[in-house]
């Protein structure tokens, strides 16, 4: 259940510190030109290296495995690979026994029986959201002229946050944010009524990015404190745009013809280097746990692109189904 | 695309006004003991009638057509009819030019290419969920002694909120509302990392439900404001409880043994005896436009077992997928 | 699981003996015109009356219960219900302990526990092939002007079979036999790869058919006593048009522009009037099991309307995924 | 669409001349010990190397890329690489313009609008089929103690086919043949009724091989020839074991605890050194084509392995759904 997709669809894998991770990117149509270059943007906005983000450095170069022939997709699955480097696996073997809090290492020794891969996280690593910026990409392309920007709205509760970022480093501590996204350009009629709206398909995608914890759309949350009156966006032409945005572009879990707009609420990083109290499994009492792997003081910093990737992955989905 | 689920998969289909409406399961298993009985508490539980619901009221009589032979499922596929009685489908025939804003009345046409039934909102009607609370009596029935309990929150943003209720309706206009749920005894270890996390299948099936708008976990966009010290659930003991909540019951997608902790956003009924300004796409300029039919000045006191029926619809399929 | 397709999407129920049977056609494009008269054709071919096939009489009258408006099909789900009403079900119960050879009787009480409904087969009946055959009709309106024919080459290994055909009636027995089937006007370019060959799509619905226990496709099991220079299909115009049909006019997976051919065997009858061995499972030893049901003599005379059918859902699909 | 299965899911990638081939497994169970030895067998039988089998020698040494920890699968997403080494790309150019008879290489362009990789059929190689014979290793293990096997039963309609297949070999051409599969130790139980039975799975990604034209079970073409009371297995016991095996351990789509066997058609190899009649598109008119690429004979010699992976892989999905 690691694809996600009816015509674009993309399946994921690796581990934060195995040798590959890579997407394969079946249904894509041929003749897309594709260079290496085209993903060195989105991928460098994904790397770390700014104030608050892991000093792991990766060069992140994709592979193009198959599907791309004399510069151009072929049609056939087409597969990204890329390399892990820059791994220090030392750092995580404790936590088998002893989970961090907030991370996966619990429940993913229960789902897994013991077997899971704890270097670095394995395969629940944010890494792994590396392939979906570069399958990001691709479906941009397949998206163009619809746009798609994220921006990072708020960082600890702050619009201006450089100083509560560096204090929480200082602390050891980490923050959490709060990231918007505007896509313009999509036309109306794309979703379905229930089960295939584009909200729940941008949700799923979303809520599958490690850290996310919540999403919402046009007013969202806020929607639920207005009136009907406030809240329903009047249509003013025959194109269907409207006073407001109100709906984030979506009724009846089909697109308006206006922007598409949704806020998505990241929590703060789980890996924090102030001792934590914690279980230990192994001799089956609480301690007290200092974790001091590399990690990013505030992972939404680095998230931006993410969303994108996973919002174009989802509407190249719908538009290759319906265009 | 009307289906979801990967195990316990369910299909609807029905029209607002149209004779039948309904919902198959597959994947049900065999040996359940089910009658119309069983039906009776969260259908009338959704039935309108109390003050800020429509006075459309039907019958709402569960028809088991097929998959239950002597009083058990036998496993086949199981579907479950309505018949609509309380149609008035003189109400709708105009929203076809003049679409009602914050409806799916420009979108239905967009999408459908003007053969959408107009009539009473047609497939994309807040009726249909009828359907998935008729499928939710028997995923509760498979994921018990697990329990799905649901509330309103808040209504127009009060916890109180009789008075301001009563105000909107003599105002002709509406509200939305907050619900919560709570979900105790689902083990640790159900869901996956990343497409099949269970936060993006019960985000999948709660952004099918018409009217919501936002959908968080935990502490959710609250999360966005804490620090990793705060926000990190310490774990206590061996069963993985942990002392707060902040993570929803979650990690890295998977149930970490504590109780599911979700919130959805609901946004006022579009449907306001107001009148507004709109678009004729027939004479093509705006107007205003009043709306006459029936309707809820406050779908959210309707919507807790809806809720609860999709979560239990997207649970059982998890667990008859491991267990 | 019981769903077929991807976009031209079909769930099927009920069972032979059940108030109703059905099918749920997801997909449907809307603006198809569509009348209860359409399906009068293939549902009459589809109908026992001549010799050899069952004295079970049904009217058969497709009931459109949702995605249809006005006479044109709307782009919801399309719901189409049967009320069966020519039902003797107590030929069946004692089949439970004493399943008859050649019936899914051991099987589905295997697999369902002993919950399974065994009225005339239940949820096995070929009875429900009705649903396809129904699913069929708004197909082939999809797919016009391709066009699909399919045709009875042999009953009980003979091409004229009226004789053979009378003597097993007379001695109670039952015959099989082989339909072919000719698609005119698919284009080049139908079908992947793979997984999704126009060959994998096809034989999975065709084996979805009770009775059908082989199928191929141009020339077939001939194809492995051939060599290559005899079976490789010259191509002659820029049409990719071939002198020979070998290929049956699909290679990689990919329809290339001929026709389409294939063959589908159909077993005997597993119901017959002759005394046979089984076990009956209560007493624990075997038993001679008279079998006194209505049943066909050859089924085969009614499975051409079906393979069409069959054929005419997953080739839609097709078409709707790339045109 | 490049994706087989529901729980156990395969989906693979790569073309005959590209780095890299692969496939990835979803939802492999953790825990299962596995080490590139353990696929030397399998992937051993596949090989060329006998007389009738093409030049071509690849090493196809498996890369466990991830999904592995301390030798044993982890319950992530299971990647298995192998670098293509031994490829001789000028070889195929001239069939964009001039396609093969019997090959891919005209669908393949119409299909994928001439972007397609021509080098050596690209990805409509049967090369592509190493990694579903790794996939099988892997889904072998799953399901043990079941048990398959396959044998060539006939190579160009002959049982003992030295001479003819030397006689081919100096004549350039190609020939054709029939492989039989048994498969002990199925319990009775497994598939569903209609699009999930046992057959329509086998039969799905039997088709899915390239070359393969005929799928029949049990006595699959022959049971059209036959009379019900010839054709009815008789059930002798409370195991379901039955005296004959004329429904291939198949009754309504489910096992009935007997042994599951099938036969599969394979074409004669596609590419022949026998100048051959096609059509150039670059020109407009019929030309003489001659072949001179590496290939083989007799490619049913080397499908064995190839048959029994593809049907591990739909069995080993059925085991983990049910058990």
Excluded at 21 to 48: H, N, V, W, Y
Excluded at 50 to 65: K, N, S, Y
Excluded at 176 to 188: D, F, L, N, R, S
Excluded at 245 to 271: E, M, W, Y
């Amino acid at each position: 259940m690691n694809t996600f997709g009816r015509i674009f669809r993309v399946s994921l894998f690796g581990e934060s510190h195995g040798s590959t991770i890579g997407i394969i990117i079946d249904g894509c149509p041929p003749g897309i030109p594709l260079t290496e270059e085209d993903f060195t943007a989105d991928l460098q906005r994904r790397k770390s290296g700014v104030t608050g983000t892991t000093p792991r450095i990766e060069e992140d170069r994709p592979i193009l495995a198959s599907g791309i022939f004399q510069g151009y997709t072929t049609g056939a699955p087409l597969t990204i690979l890329f390399q892990n480097q820059n791994t220090h696996s030392e750092d995580y073997s404790r936590f088998v026994s002893t989970p961090r809090p907030g991370h996966a290492d619990f429940t993913g020794n229960q789902k897994f029986k013991g077997f899971n891969d704890p270097r670095g996280g394995g395969h629940f690593s944010g890494r792994i959201t590396l392939t979906l910026v570069a399958a990001g990409v691709i479906a941009k392309k397949i998206l163009a002229p619809t746009n798609i920007q994220s921006s990072i709205l708020e960082i600890g509760g702050k619009t201006e946050w450089n100083k509560i970022l560096e204090e929480a480093i200082a602390d050891k501590d980490s923050l959490g944010g709060i990231v918007e996204c505007w896509i313009t350009g999509v036309p109306a009629g794309w979703g379905e009524p229930f089960f295939d709206s584009i909200e729940s398909n941008l949700a799923h995608i979303l809520f599958a990015i490690p850290a996310i914890k919540g999403v919402e759309f046009g007013s969202g949350f806020a929607a639920a404190r207005m009136k009907g009156s406030e809240h329903n966006d009047r249509i003013l032409n025959a194109e269907g745009k409207t006073v407001t945005q109100n709906a984030g572009g979506i009724n009846g879990g089909i697109s308006n013809g206006n922007d598409l707009i949704f806020r998505v609420a990241i929590k703060p990083t789980s890996s924090i280097g102030i001792p934590q109290q914690t279980f230990n499994f192994q001799i089956g009492k609480t301690e007290i746990l200092e974790v001091t792997g590399r990690h990013d003081a505030c992972i939404a910093l680095r998230i931006p692109p993410v969303i994108e990737a996973a919002a174009a992955i989802a509407l190249a989905d719908f538009k290759l189904l319906y265009c």
